[in-house]
């Protein structure tokens, strides 16, 4: 009951976020903007990936911190204070944009492992599996209304399990503070958010290779 309430809260809250966007919009407001993670990568897919690769790496649907479920991208001003953008959201669930990031980015980095996200595709059985949880995920401003300059903010732990008998091999909590943010330019807030799930990428490869010799 609990899980459910908090669903109903979500929607209600999107709802809401929703309808009042859509009420303070005028002729003369700007248009709205929507972004994608993971797009244009030139990586192989992991359906190209040989199958004599090392190892099946299996990225489960990441868990989601429930604010940031919404489609308004999410700007922290303080420790306490959020605020979702009016006119630039996401184009999608992050679940999906952040496992085609993630996947994209440890098939570059290490080719020798085929990194498939759930739902799996048919016939394959993971060897490792990978459960992130994504706990900040936003563009950060000082509390000061004048000043220009933020940054991008990721945290996520996350935990490796082997498969075959559910044992955990790995875990470890990635933070990333990627400074330099206009603030109010959504476009490089992406971006440098991007650039923090290529810092988790690279430390789960390194955590596979650490604990099971990959």
Excluded at 13 to 27: M, N, T
Excluded at 203 to 208: K, R, S
Aim: proline fraction near 6%.
């Amino acid at each position: 009951m609990q899980i459910k309430s908090s669903v109903i809260r979500l929607f209600l809250l999107s709802s809401l976020l929703a309808l009042a966007g859509c009420f303070s919009l005028s002729r003369d407001a700007p248009p709205q903007k929507y972004y994608v993670l993971g797009a244009g990568w030139e990586a192989a897919s992991a359906e190209e990936v040989p199958p004599t690769a090392d190892a099946v790496i299996g990225l489960r649907s990441p868990r989601i911190a429930e604010y940031l479920r919404a489609p308004f991208i999410v700007v922290r001003s303080g420790h306490h204070r959020i605020g979702f953008s009016q006119f630039d959201r996401w184009g999608e669930a992050l679940a999906p944009g952040v496992n085609r990031s993630v996947a994209g980015h440890m098939l570059s980095r290490a080719p020798h492992l085929r990194v498939v996200v759930a739902p799996w595709p048919q016939g394959v059985q993971p060897d490792y599996l990978v459960q992130i949880h994504l706990e900040r995920f936003e563009g950060m401003a000082p509390d000061d209304e004048s000043a220009v300059e933020g940054e991008a903010h990721l945290l996520a732990s996350w935990e490796i399990l082997r498969r075959q008998d559910g044992q955990r091999v790995a875990l470890g909590t990635t933070e990333v503070r990627e400074p330099g943010w206009t603030i109010g330019d959504f476009d490089e807030l992406v971006t440098l958010l991007e650039a923090g799930l290529f810092t988790l990428a690279d430390d789960l490869v390194a955590a596979l290779e650490q604990a099971t010799s990959l």
